[in-house]
């Protein structure tokens, strides 16, 4: 009988590491068609996207952020939310203005003044804002989510949103206006259009 095992003939000359030889065994099928597989995949994607006009990262991003602007929009027009365009052709509009004064008064009065000339609360008059920068969306903004470190607090849930347009309708018309005591200017000056 020798003193060979079954498979040492495949045996790697020069592969024993404490006692452990290395044999020279085919790779397992499974294992080598994965391998052939993913070099036809790798071809086949690299000719895609070099050389038969694949989309590119900026091209998938530019088409996926067009469907969710197109999502958003689709949303405002159901939830019934106003573009600034339309926000600023309602200034024209004395019923507007009328409420949006009303509500003023009532709730905004207190620290902003009746004509918006300030009194805790910066002017809303002149052409500085230091929150938001004076079109009707920051507007409106800052009336919804207040300002907490400023002690404005939020409206949200307090005036109706179609109430909240109206306020800040009202706040925008006061641009200009340049009542009677009138707070110093704070903040950063905006550009009106």
Request: with cysteine; aromatic share 10%.
């Amino acid at each position: 009988m020798s003193d060979t095992k079954p498979g040492e003939d495949k045996l790697i000359e020069g592969h024993e590491y404490d006692g452990i030889r290395e044999l020279d065994n085919p790779l397992p099928g499974w294992w080598l068609m994965t391998f052939y597989i993913t070099i036809v995949f790798s071809v086949i994607y690299f000719a895609y996207y070099e050389f038969l006009g694949g989309p590119t990262l900026d091209q998938e991003l530019a088409k996926k952020m067009s469907a969710i602007e197109s999502v958003r929009v689709e949303a405002e027009k159901a939830k019934g939310v106003k573009s600034e365009e339309d926000l600023v052709a309602l200034v024209n509009d004395q019923e507007v203005l009328a409420k949006g004064k009303a509500e003023f008064v009532a709730k905004c009065a207190a620290c902003h003044g009746d004509k918006g000339q300030g009194i805790i609360g910066p002017n809303l008059t002149d052409d500085y804002w230091i929150h938001g920068n004076g079109n009707i969306s920051s507007i409106l903004g800052v009336i919804n989510e207040g300002v907490l470190d400023k002690g404005m607090p939020p409206w949200k849930g307090v005036i109706p949103p179609d109430l909240m347009e109206e306020v800040a309708v009202y706040v925008y018309s006061l641009h200009g206006t340049s009542p009677e005591g009138a707070k110093p200017p704070q903040g950063e000056k905006v550009e009106y259009k």
